[in-house]
């Protein structure tokens, strides 16, 4: 008995020892296990943790909802972390994912839609709750509900355009808008909001389609004609704004040269009016003058006046006078140079004369006038 008390008592601080080490090993577990589910919420997404825990225990979604940039833990076993996109998403029905949406015209023809659907998710823990538990809680669960419901929505309202109404813009965009609408009543309680519905592309089968291209070619050539006929249009009306412009120039320089012409015509009929006054002025005079001169020859001393004109011409241009003269009865002729000097002397008027003729010069002086007299 001793001895087993004694091995007792040496085997105490080995237990403590043990226990020791199994706490620091139970407590990195944990700590690892705690810190191995730290997840930090990226942008655009929100966390919701789900304890798989009995409902008695708390087990469930959270009401604690985590948002982008926070750091959650999540627990191995005991819990999952949902993350959930809540930015703007482009859900795609195009053939390049082949997933365009294949439905008919209200007429029969057959068409391809591709459709662009955009939506977002409300951040109001109620709606993602709800969206979660009923809808699903990844991203692909999300987009399926929503192509699928979005499909059925889609054809619903494009079976009612016909084939016309398609290429009308303005018909295919009220009937997304209807199918927008729907959408919105459908999943807007599930924290859904659909921006908006994009009809990215249609084609219809085969033959129509060519039919379609045609119409279109047809078209764009009669776009072309008139955009050429409104060109050539334009330059006409250019071309006849210039003529215009070339008349009313040609009018205005005619209407110019006119003016000037007329005016001309009267500065040169003022000018020859003047003249013909002067010389009817000046013959006037020259009448009244003769007239005068008449009259005084007519009168007593009319030869002494004759004389008198006679000789201031003569004496104007310097000149000699010849003489002629015959006996009666006689043929021969005789020739005598007088001199004028004693001819105006013996005529008795060349004191009267001396005043009005210029002298005459030094060496023209000395000269007589010749005065020939044949006989």
Known sequence: EGGGSEVTADNTPNRLRRVLR?????FLVAGIFVFSGCTRIESRKVGVRFWKLPTYLGGGLSDRMFRAGELAIDYPVVSELY????????????????AALKTRALDGNELILEVTVTFQLSQEKEKLIRLIQEIGKTPEEIESIVRSIARADIRTYMN?????EFIDSTSSYGALEQVRKKLQERLGPY?????????????FDDEYENLLKKIQQLEEDVKRERERRLVIEREIERDKERAIGIKNAVLREAAGYRERRIQDGENYLK????????????????????????????????SALVRLELAK????????????????????????R??????????????????????????????????????
Do not use: H, W
């Open 83 to 98: 993350s959930i996109d809540v930015g703007l998403r482009d859900l795609e029905f195009s053939v390049g994912n082949q």
């Open 313 to 336: 011409r003569l004496l104007e241009n310097n000149p000699r006078f010849v003489v002629l003269g015959g006996s009666d009865g006689d043929d021969d002729i005789n020739v005598k």
């Open 22 to 26: 199994a706490l620091i090993t139970t």
């Open 191 to 203: 924290g859904f909001d659909f921006k908006q519905l994009k009809l990215d592309r249609y084609r």
């Open 160 to 164: 009612e355009l016909r084939t016309s």
């Open 338 to 375: 007088l001199d004028a000097n004693q001819l105006l002397e013996q005529a008795k008027i060349f004191e009267a004369l001396r005043d009005e003729t210029p002298k005459p010069k030094a060496e023209e002086s000395q000269s007589a006038v010749e005065k020939v007299t044949i006989e």
């Open 271 to 302: 000018e020859k009016s003047n003249q013909a006054q002067a010389l009817r002025a000046a013959a006037d005079a020259e009448a009244t003058a003769l007239k005068k001169q008449i009259e005084a020859f007519a009168g007593p001393g009319g």
